[in-house]
């Protein structure tokens, strides 16, 4: 069990020393972290990289109801060679967050792989790219061979 006081006394200290992990530190580095409406709904995603030049690659997390957001600091070193983005999708998150349940609507592999392709588009306008990469864990991967099967072409 953890005590309360000292937990009140190093948060701070554990905030400042996060915060300097997830600096970027860089000219071209980006870091965006916002809600984009995909699907009739707002959806959050952040976007963050070193380079904002390199290869976008899309993280589809797992879910529904498991957003890997928290853990951007596992793909810190990822971020010298991609431009990463995560995506709290519907269920899951900020999204659901905002949404609630009825407002993010019925979930299925389809709408979900149909809201992974407006994304997908809407991140080849937003970060001027031709195609982006993606890495699927779990269902996630799932949802990524539909959208692959369906749009090749992103």
């Known amino acids: 069990m953890t005590n309360p006081l000292m ?15 997830l600096a970027l530190g860089s000219r071209t580095g980006v870091y965006e972290a916002r809600f984009v409406d995909i699907g009739g709904i707002p959806q959050w995603i952040t976007i963050r990289g070193r380079d904002r030049r390199n290869p976008v690659l899309l993280f589809l997390h797992g879910g529904p109801g498991s957003p890997y957001t928290p853990f951007n600091s596992w793909l810190l070193e990822w971020e010298q060679h991609f431009t990463i983005v995560h995506w709290d999708q519907r269920g899951a998150g900020r999204t659901f967050i905002r949404n609630g349940t009825e407002g993010c609507g019925r979930i299925s ?46």
């Open 109 to 154: 592999l389809d709408q979900l792989a149909s809201d992974g392709i407006e994304l997908a588009e809407f991140l080849r306008m937003h970060l001027e790219v031709q195609k982006l990469v993606l890495l699927g864990s779990s269902v996630g991967s799932v949802i990524g061979v539909l959208c692959i099967h369906r749009r090749p072409d992103l």
């Open 7 to 21: 937990t009140m006394l190093t948060r701070p200290v554990m905030r400042r020393r996060n915060a300097r992990k």
